[in-house]
């Protein structure tokens, strides 16, 4: 993961702290917290995927190195049993003590710690450039052609193992009703163009599985 450690150290850079070992450090852990074993889509690869997307539109962004430590930052606390967002909160909080730390100036810090929140919803007000891209990254997977949206959601349910059926299902359908129900998952013009329409044909396709009776009951 040497060329991730190095997108790491250049956005913490980019974001006005000096580079030091401690950068270095910090990126290590957080890594780690990607690679948790209860981990199957959030994962080191959902994070590379963020970060890819957001540096295909780097252009479109204000300060895009914040974006890109809100990637980092957005999923580093992941507990699927956690209730609401809390998780988010939490991925928050992390940012601002570990960004803190590193020296990155507090402006840029409680910039960090806004866009992960808005991750929780991926409501993003107009005219919020840096908010729509990382957004529109984090849920750019529901884009993907069907047999890989398959996948994820797969993985989704395996971190969810802890759940009932039932229960699931019932969450599950509840998200990706609140999806449907935004304007628009995408914000952006190229990739609102191109992945609206895949991303609702998937999510609706999903939610319709989900109403289905499970095989061997009724």
Do not use: K
Request: hydrophobic content about 45%; some cysteine; overall charge negative.
């Amino acid at each position: 993961m040497v060329d991730l450690l190095e997108r790491w150290r250049a956005a913490v850079r980019g974001a006005g702290a000096s580079p030091d070992a401690s950068s270095a450090r910090a990126g290590e852990q957080l890594l780690g917290r990607w690679r948790e074993p209860h981990r199957h889509y959030h994962t080191v690869a959902h994070l590379t995927a963020v970060l890819d997307v957001v540096d295909e539109y780097a252009d479109l962004a204000d300060r895009v190195d914040l974006v890109r430590l809100a990637a980092w930052f957005h999923d580093a606390v992941y507990d699927p049993r956690a209730a609401g967002y809390a998780n988010e909160r939490d991925s928050a909080a992390l940012a601002d003590e570990v960004l803190a730390g590193l020296g990155v100036p507090a402006s840029a810090v409680a910039e960090v710690r806004r866009l992960v929140l808005l991750t929780a919803g991926h409501t993003v007000a107009p005219g919020d450039g840096d908010g729509a891209l990382l957004c529109d990254a984090d849920l750019a997977v529901l884009a993907a052609p069907p047999a890989t949206y398959e996948r994820y959601a797969s993985a989704i349910r395996r971190e969810y193992a802890h759940v009932p059926d039932p229960a699931f299902r019932a969450g599950r359908a509840a998200v990706l009703t609140s999806l449907l129900a935004l304007p628009a998952l995408f914000r952006l013009p190229s990739p609102a163009a191109h992945w609206e329409e895949p991303a609702r044909d998937n999510v609706r396709r999903e939610l319709a599985a989900l109403s289905e009776e499970p095989e061997g009951l009724g």
